[in-house]
């Protein structure tokens, strides 16, 4: 006897049973010392930048080498208010709402949030 599923019934099986992977956000909110940002995976602060275009980052060479990059890998798709970034290079950057994220040479254990207001450019990520 062949048993024969359609592929919505199987599709609605693998979500029912938690089969499907979930893309996690590439942040989460955490308090700082400036109050609630994002942050990356280890809980260190993030950052928008004025200068950026949205959806385009105009932080590379120098720039970059102080406030590096939130980095997506190449398969990163957008989700909600999520988005991914082409840099100058080809490499992908996380953006939120539009603005892309940066974390700051500076700041050395998560919480800290020494990069907010440097030359009235550089801004923690709000949620």
């Not at 199987?10 to 909110?29: C, E, R, S």
């Not at 995976?41 to 950026?52: E, P, S, V």
């Not at 990163?76 to 208010?81: E, N, P, Q, R």
Request: aromatic share 10%; with cysteine.
């Amino acid at each position: 006897m062949k048993l024969f599923f359609s592929q919505a019934f199987l599709a609605g099986l693998l979500v029912a049973t938690g089969a499907v992977a979930q893309t996690a956000a590439p942040a989460k909110v955490a308090e700082t010392s400036k109050g609630k940002a994002l942050v990356d995976a280890k809980g260190m602060t993030l950052y928008t930048f004025d200068r950026d275009a949205a959806g385009k980052s105009n932080c590379n060479g120098q720039c970059a080498q102080n406030w590096p990059p939130l980095m997506a890998a190449s398969g990163a798709a957008a989700s909600g208010d999520w988005s991914v970034v082409t840099r100058e290079d080809g490499a992908k950057q996380w953006a939120y709402k539009g603005k892309p994220l940066y974390l700051w040479t500076k700041d050395s254990k998560p919480g800290e949030a020494t990069g907010d207001g440097v030359n009235n450019i550089w801004h923690i990520a709000q949620p």
